[in-house]
T-cell receptor, first 109, second 115 residues
Framework: GQNIDQPTEMTATEGAIVQINCTYQ??????LFWYQQHAGEAPTFLSY??LDGLEEKGRFSSFLSRSKGYSYLLLKELQMKDSASYLC??????????WGAGTKLIIKP | ETGVTQTPRHLVMGMTNKKSLKCEQH?????MYWYKQSAKKPLELMFV???????ENNSVPSRFSPECPNSSHLFLHLHTLQPEDSALYLC??????????????FGPGTRLTVL
């Protein structure tokens, strides 16, 4: 079967760095997405990786290793507004998104 | 209006009621999706419409009935639901083809409670 694993919850301190991991086993691979979802709001797109390596976008970076079936989202200089759930999703060979259950990130002052 | 809108934002219904959820996208996309989001579970894809044709059903119970009258509008008709159907129902749209990676844009969701 197809499976996406990510931690259920993480806690970090304002101003610090946090890394949220995602491992996947899917039928084919056409890219990996990270979305942010604040409580009661719509998921919003953060990043897309289809080749190995690091993609940097401001305070957020996303890394992919296709051989290891592994990605991480790195958040730097954490702010209170970064408290949210972070969803990892992989596009399989049928171009269907397979979603993880999300990681709830709690930022403490 | 911009992006993807959904109405109503909150809905409480009894098991014998009939109601409909509405989604509208203002992005000119050619694909629309219904997802179910339950607490601490992955997003569950329910239905996909591409160019107004349904392309994915994912074995959703028949008490959920989708309708896509045009590329901008998507409905989810609900009847004789069960309490376990209580969840956040998210609508999304994307532009398929053209070499893009088909990023999906989500609406704010309808929080459904079945009593």
């Amino acid at each position: 079967g197809q499976n996406i694993d990510q931690p259920t919850e993480m806690t970090a301190t304002e101003g610090a760095i946090v890394q949220i991991n995602c491992t996947y086993q899917t039928s084919g691979f056409n890219g990996l997405f990270w979305y942010q979802q604040h409580a009661g709001e719509a998921p919003t797109f953060l990043s897309y990786n289809v080749l190995d390596g690091l993609e940097e976008k401001g305070r957020f970076s996303s890394f992919l290793s296709r051989s290891k079936g592994y990605s991480y989202l790195l958040l730097k200089e954490l702010q209170m507004k970064d408290s949210a759930s972070y969803l990892c999703a992989v596009m399989d060979s049928n171009y269907q998104l397979i979603w993880g259950a999300g990681t709830k990130l709690i930022i403490k002052p | 209006e911009t992006g993807v809108t959904q109405t109503p934002r909150h809905l409480v219904m009894g098991m014998t009621n009939k109601k409909s959820l509405k989604c509208e996208q203002h992005l000119g996309h050619n694909a629309m999706y219904w997802y179910k989001q339950s607490a601490k579970k992955p997003l569950e894809l329910m239905f996909v419409y591409s160019l107004e044709e349904r392309v994915e059903n994912n074995s959703v119970p028949s008490r959920f009935s989708p309708e896509c009258p045009n590329s901008s509008h998507l409905f989810l008709h609900l009847h004789t639901l069960q309490p376990e159907d209580s969840a956040l129902y998210l609508c999304a749209s994307s532009q398929e083809g053209g070499g893009s990676y088909n990023e999906q844009f989500f609406g704010p969701g309808t929080r459904l409670t079945v009593l």
